[in-house]
């Protein structure tokens, strides 16, 4: 079965990436995932019939063989071994035109109002949904380090009047913040202005432990897309 979809998001995950997107025929969301247990997918996977990688906006058909739905993830959907092909390209108000009626608007983002859901949590009721597109508001960029060094990119932003504080997993939107230092950044500071639309897509993320918590999903800024010079004065 072939599948055509809108890519907002080809995000890291586990060494490899994670891409995801709506369906052309309105149906909602897909994520392609490889057979390993973990889905991730590599370059073979996601390069397209032009050469390079599926990228956001892309549209983009692949060969499904069968839906694998986990509990933190219901939308997978298992990839054939066939080149994925690229249909065509959205320039910004095509795509804003595609993408808009799937807006969440919150305050709820994927089932509650944190960061994560309890994996045990989820195999006892799986969601319905561990994909959204959202329209965020008083968007600001924290670079910091986590507790072993290393640096970490979070978007802090709000939805429909609820704060959220999440990490960052697009590897376009990491580049364009890692010469940044450590600190806070509004979206000027990175070239986004208030002329043009940002939308991020969130996914729920594979279970995670460590020595502070066991089994946590956590919610991610997969996609971080900028839609320029089309946001409707205020």
Not at 218 to 225: D, E, G, P, R, Y
Request: charged share 20%; aromatic share 8%; hydrophobic share 40%.
């Amino acid at each position: 079965m072939n599948v055509t979809f809108v890519c907002l998001a080809n995000s890291t995950k586990l060494g490899g990436r994670c891409v995801a997107g709506i369906k052309t025929d309105g149906t909602g969301w897909v994520r392609p995932v490889s057979e390993g247990p973990t889905g991730t997918l590599l370059p073979s996977h996601y390069t397209l019939d032009n050469g390079r990688e599926a990228d956001l906006l892309d549209v983009v058909e692949v060969e499904v063989t069968h839906h694998r739905p986990e509990p933190h993830q219901p939308e997978n959907w298992v990839i054939a071994k066939r080149q994925w092909r690229l249909v065509e390209r959205l320039e910004a108000v095509a795509a804003w035109q595609q993408v808009r009626p799937f807006l969440v608007l919150g305050p709820t983002l994927l089932g509650n109002r944190t960061d994560r859901i309890a994996y045990p949590d989820l195999r006892s009721n799986p969601i319905t949904n561990s994909l959204a597109l959202i329209d965020p508001s008083k968007v600001n960029w924290l670079i910091t380090t986590s507790l072993s060094g290393k640096r970490q990119t979070r978007a802090l932003f709000t939805l429909g009047g609820m704060s959220y504080d999440l990490g960052v997993t697009d590897p376009q939107c990491l580049q364009r913040l890692s010469k940044l230092k450590v600190g806070l950044y509004e979206n000027a500071d990175i070239g986004i202005f208030a002329r043009d639309r940002l939308l991020f897509t969130i996914s729920l993320g594979v279970p995670f432990s460590t020595q502070y918590f066991t089994e946590q999903c956590f919610k991610l800024v997969a996609a971080a897309m900028v839609l320029q010079s089309i946001k409707e004065p205020a």
